[in-house]
T-cell receptor
Framework: KAGVTQTPRYLIKTRGQQVTLSCSPI?????VSWYQQTPGQGLQFLFE???????NKGNFPGRFSGRQFSNSRSEMNVSTLELGDSALYLC???????????FGPGTRLTVL | GQSLEQPSEVTAVEGAIVQINCTYQ??????LSWYQQHDGGAPTFLSY????GLEETGRFSSFLSRSDSYGYLLLQELQMKDSASYFC???????????FGTGTRLKVLA
């Protein structure tokens, strides 16, 4: 079974631009969660989608948004990029419920 | 607030045993998970405790005590490749969010 895939793997943007990241979960997994990881802040929960509905949201500004499609693939969007948005963005999928999270390789975003 | 606290760093020598603790403060949760993350890599699942007690998976064991709001990951026969960051995590029963601990960086010395 193929693992979680994320595209692109690396991205360089400038302040003020917007970016869209993509995540394809493991086949059969209906829950997709997004995390931001920075050296000083660890793994910070962004949001979780289950069956195309946002089930939970972390403490991030409205510039961070996401969605999930009927095939469970998910995208997250960050508008008006700031330098502090530079981070590794990880996507994880699970069957749902309280299940184990399976992570993708992440997208390394650098904002200049 | 809801949080999972871990020591920031632990150092041990090859062949030794090391314990990484996790104390949590949540409104209720379904169980405690542990993940390993090597530098530059993604977190990978190691172990899950739904009930109190010890779970053993090869060289790794994990323990949970709900009454003490405490768990730990035990790594035996340490190898250099075990040098990584380790995170405890839980899905809370109140908000249903999946939250991660602060992370522990393990350094294994030759």
């Amino acid at each position: 079974k193929a693992g979680v895939t994320q595209t692109p793997r690396y991205l360089i943007k400038t302040r003020g631009q917007q970016v869209t990241l993509s995540c394809s979960p493991i086949s059969g997994h209906r829950s997709v969660s997004w995390y931001q990881q920075t050296p000083g802040q660890g793994l910070q929960f962004l949001f979780e989608y289950f069956s195309e509905t946002q089930r939970n949201k972390g403490n991030f500004p409205g510039r961070f948004s996401g969605r999930q499609f009927s095939n469970s693939r998910s995208e997250m969007n960050v508008s008006t990029l700031e330098l502090g948005d530079s981070a590794l963005y990880l996507c994880a999928s699970s069957l749902g419920g309280s299940d184990t999270q399976y992570f993708g390789p992440g997208t390394r975003l650098t904002v200049l | 607030g809801q949080s999972l606290e871990q020591p920031s760093e632990v150092t041990a020598v090859e062949g030794a045993i090391v314990q990484i603790n996790c104390t949590y403060q949540t409104s209720g949760f379904y169980g405690l998970s542990w993940y390993q993350q090597h530098d530059g890599g993604a977190p990978t699942f190691l172990s899950y405790n739904a009930l109190d007690g010890l779970e053993e998976t090869g060289r790794f064991s994990s323990f949970l005590s709900r009454s003490d709001s405490y768990g730990y990951l035990l790594l035996q026969e340490l190898q250099m490749k075990d040098s990584a960051s380790y995170f405890c995590a839980a899905r809370t029963s109140g908000t249903y969010k999946y939250i991660f601990g602060t992370g522990t960086r393990l350094k294994v010395l030759a």
